[in-house]
């Protein structure tokens, strides 16, 4: 059987470090605000390789971004740019 590691998670409403070492990005779930919207999730910070872009639509519904197999290796960190959105980011 493959590498099993707990999955911790955090709220996410401001720009910023999600988790400051390697991990793997499990999942998300994004909602978004009263406007138009993104969240940006990168690997190293604010000038990071991007990983994903998420656009969101106003006052839509919350939905889940669901990341299969072992998830997504982050060398150096998660870190998030949030724009009128918020966001629990499952991590492990």
Do not use: W
Request: aromatic letters at 6%; one cysteine or more; glycine letters at 14%.
């Amino acid at each position: 059987m493959g590498m099993q590691t707990d999955v911790k998670s955090v709220p996410v409403a401001a720009t910023g470090t999600v988790y400051a070492a390697r991990t793997r990005l499990k999942g998300l779930l994004v909602t978004p605000g009263a406007g138009a919207g993104s969240l940006v999730i990168r690997d190293g910070g604010t000038s990071g390789t991007v990983l994903m872009t998420l656009p969101t639509l106003a006052g839509d519904s919350p939905f889940p971004v669901i990341i299969p197999g072992e998830g997504v290796l982050c060398y150096i960190d998660i870190h998030a740019t949030v724009s009128n959105t918020t966001a629990t980011v499952f991590y492990g």
